[in-house]
């Protein structure tokens, strides 16, 4: 695709599953859309809610989201019991209607909504952000320059793992508070959170208490977490 495909124009949201690409507004957007996961799209909300209406951008700070914001988002797949549940379609274009899945931005089409949440936001899709890297002009997607991925560690520090049933059932406030105890032990804690957004505010509070806080799984090149059935280790 030649250079004078692409369109040059500003973007009122950058989220925060994207910060790992260093997208700044304006942006370069082109018409081909590639449908797997990870890839950084251009979206422009269709609606508006009261309810789950905000996105974590790329500066940690939750933005409502108007009727007609262009917003920079990444596609990918989800599976949540108390929020939405959605897919890549195999085929994306310009025009097309995918919906907003969760407060990092990651975007995609919902296959199951939650009662108490109403409808996902349906935005319109405008394009693929691109980036130029060696002089040339490339798709963006944050599996670039990720944090490389290992299922085995050779040597290891002690590692707690804490997991829960659902969201919203306390497990990053359990995580917090043995962070917090082996912390005021003089222990050097590092502390992750495999999530689909960036988490700015966990990882703010994880140096308030102490610990190193690790890169999310967006810097590691996973959009969501439940796509790998173990989850990959960070090489030190």
Not at 61 to 84: N, P, S
Not at 158 to 179: Q, Y
Request: hydrophobic share 35%.
């Amino acid at each position: 695709m030649t250079d004078d495909a692409f369109q040059t124009g500003p973007v009122d949201k950058i989220a925060s599953s994207t910060a790992h690409c260093d997208i700044e507004s304006p942006i370069t957007l082109s018409p081909y859309v590639v449908a797997q996961h990870g890839y950084v799209v251009v979206v422009r909300a269709l609606d508006e809610k009261d309810q789950y209406d905000e996105v974590e951008c790329s500066d940690g700070v939750f933005r409502h989201i108007r009727e007609g914001d262009v917003l920079v988002g990444t596609l990918g797949g989800r599976q949540a019991l108390k929020g939405y549940s959605g897919r890549v379609p195999r085929h994306i274009a310009p025009g097309d209607t995918l919906h907003v899945l969760n407060l990092g931005g990651l975007i995609g089409e919902c296959t199951a909504a939650h009662p108490n949440l109403g409808p996902a936001l349906p935005v319109e899709v405008l394009g693929a952000v691109m980036v130029k890297r060696n002089d040339q002009w490339t798709h963006a997607r944050i599996q670039e320059d990720a944090l490389e991925m290992r299922h085995r560690l050779a040597t290891s520090v002690p590692l707690v793992t804490v997991s829960g049933t659902a969201m919203e059932t306390g497990k990053t406030e359990a995580a917090c508070r043995i962070v917090e105890g082996l912390s005021a032990r003089g222990l050097r804690v590092g502390a992750a959170k495999l999530t689909g957004r960036r988490s700015c505010a966990t990882c703010a509070g994880c140096r308030r208490t102490g610990p190193r806080p690790s890169p999310p799984s967006p810097t590691r090149g996973l959009p969501a977490p439940w796509r790998t059935r173990s989850p990959p280790s960070r090489r030190a």
